[in-house]
């Protein structure tokens, strides 16, 4: 028996597979999460769907495929969502400090039980995530294994993955919740967008590469999980400095 | 780099498929082993073996294919083990005790690294263990998962197994982790000071209250763990504020 706030917890966790090129993979992803009770399933411009392939593959979980979500972009598929972790392992750039499965999931967990949206992103079969998809992620997870030969298939890494969530599923999570609103995506990238604006406006970006320093800014409010409450004074902050100075990007 | 300990101790660990009837399933099993750095096989009585389905399965693992040990009966397969772990998910009248697989493979792995051998078996596709085969193990693993569906295939059984293997070997992320250099306490309060600065020069805390927005953003911050180099993207923002917002702090 599942306790029904873990059951509840899983609900608010949806998987996200972003691009796939191979049904078989969507059918043996979807067979992967429901064995640990997970079953909102995203896909993001799959290269074939529906498919009979998906359907034989996922087994005794054709339903999760029915109730599938389709959407166009990765953005779309995490509007709602207030904590995304993509699931890399490549080293990047990108500052957000990795994370092992076991080291993020209690509070994936904790964070979905509390009600937050959770999604699981996981990338293209051969190339991943791109580094776009992982900037609109806030927390980086890397499944540890064979450093000579790193080659998990995409249902095999949501296999890990929804295997590592539900074996905290028993733990009592209420010391891990967190007691703010976090933002959603969108308010997120609205705040992004503002940003940006009001960046120009000054004129910050008349000797600086726009694209890089944005990504950086980005990267740096994505690590600390942005607050509803915090977006309103990071924004209250942009509306007062585009209202006292002067607009240079006219 | 995986530590020396580690990879010996998981050469101590053999994978056992007793009787298994698909050979697809074989090469994915072989595959999952490699990517968590168990790399020896012990085959007990295959349908078919060797095979072209496994060997395409088995991707970049066929090496572990081509030195699996063939055996005919569990028996054999297990003669030189001291330690073998029955993978079910049945519940038996053996009274041995059910462990999970973080439960167990602590002791598992401790038990290989003081250089006693350990099979970790699992049974045919369809049917599982036998009741025979089953006591001829010490240990009984079962993975936890959804109790209204659970039907994890065989090589996503081992994936679960291997992975939570490895994951007490540890292994650590160092390899993965991006080489930044994290900011200073001294190089963060100069940033707080001039954000308190900026702020009141464009007149942010005119109708604010500055000691709680402040405190707000102290937070917001230091969850992110600022780098060095955001500091000095941060603080060129603030320059630029105060260069083009006339001064409302006079």
Redesign the interface.
């Known amino acids: 028996?599942?306790k029904p706030e873990a059951a509840s917890a899983l609900q608010n966790i949806r998987v996200v597979l972003a691009r796939p090129s191979h049904p078989g993979n969507i059918g043996s992803a979807a067979?992967?999460m429901?064995?640990?009770?997970l079953t909102r399933l995203t896909l993001v411009a799959p290269r074939e769907f529906p498919s009979t392939e998906a359907v034989t593959l996922a087994?005794?979980?054709a339903d999760v495929l029915e109730q599938a979500t389709l959407c166009a972009s990765l953005q779309e598929a995490l509007a709602d969502v207030s904590v995304a972790a993509a699931l890399t392992?490549r080293?990047?750039?990108?500052?957000t400090?990795?994370l092992?499965p076991?080291q993020a999931c209690p509070s994936l967990l904790a964070r979905a039980a509390a009600g937050e949206q959770v999604a699981l992103v996981f990338g293209n079969e051969t190339f991943g995530l791109s580094i776009e998809e992982v900037e609109l992620c806030n927390v980086l997870v890397?499944?540890?294994?064979?450093?000579a030969?790193?080659?998990?298939?995409l249902?095999?890494a949501v296999?890990?993955l929804a295997?590592e969530l539900?074996?905290h599923t028993?733990q009592d999570l209420d010391a891990l919740r967190p007691e703010v609103e976090s933002a959603t995506q969108q308010q997120v990238e609205g705040f992004y967008q503002h940003l940006e604006h009001t960046?120009t406006h000054?004129?910050?970006f008349e000797r600086?590469p726009s694209e890089r320093?944005m990504r950086?800014?980005r990267t740096?409010?994505n690590?600390?999980?942005?607050?509803r409450?915090?977006i309103d004074?990071?924004r209250?902050?942009l509306k007062?400095?585009e209202r006292?100075?002067?607009d240079?990007a006219q």
């Open positions: 028996m599942m067979r992967a429901k064995t640990m009770g087994s005794g979980a392992s080293r990047r750039e990108i500052a400090p990795l092992t076991r890397t499944i540890p294994g064979n450093p030969y790193f080659s998990l298939n249902a095999q296999q890990v295997y539900f074996s028993g960046l000054i004129g910050f600086r320093l950086r800014l740096l409010f690590r600390s999980q942005l607050q409450e915090e004074i990071l209250g902050m007062q400095i006292h100075a002067p240079r």
